[in-house]
């Protein structure tokens, strides 16, 4: 049984899923595409803890934890929606992608061959895949 607050949040991941990996790969272009600053003069008074080059700022940058966030969050929700089958991802497309601000309801879901007990079976199996994978249910 996953808990009601686990579920909106694995819910709430899985509907913003395309508006997140747009953002990301933004982040990541952005990052890549940044100019560099001026030259480190090397000297006794430089702080070693800070990146010491444009590349080395570029890679921290890619690998922080807002970063490192929507990057699981993505993964998580491609690796469980490309392991569907078909009539499994039109589900999950209609269900969290034709409306962002809210889920469709199971009765108002057309153009899938499913029963209403199949899909809410198919979204408990996708919402527990989901959470496991990014940590949110064990």
Sequence with gaps: MIER???KIIEFVIRRHPDKKKEYEQY???IMASSPTAAIKADESVDYSKPQSVTE???MKMHSKYADRLKKEIE???L???NLK????KLMQIRYWTDRRR???YLE???VSYSERQMRRIIYKIIKQVGKYIGEIQ
């Design 5 to 7: 607050e686990s579920w």
């Design 28 to 30: 990541i272009s952005e």
């Design 57 to 59: 700022a570029k890679a």
């Design 76 to 78: 998580a929700v491609e």
């Design 80 to 82: 469980v929606y490309n």
């Design 86 to 89: 078909p009539e499994e991802q």
């Design 103 to 105: 889920n469709i309801p």
């Design 109 to 111: 879901i057309k153009g």
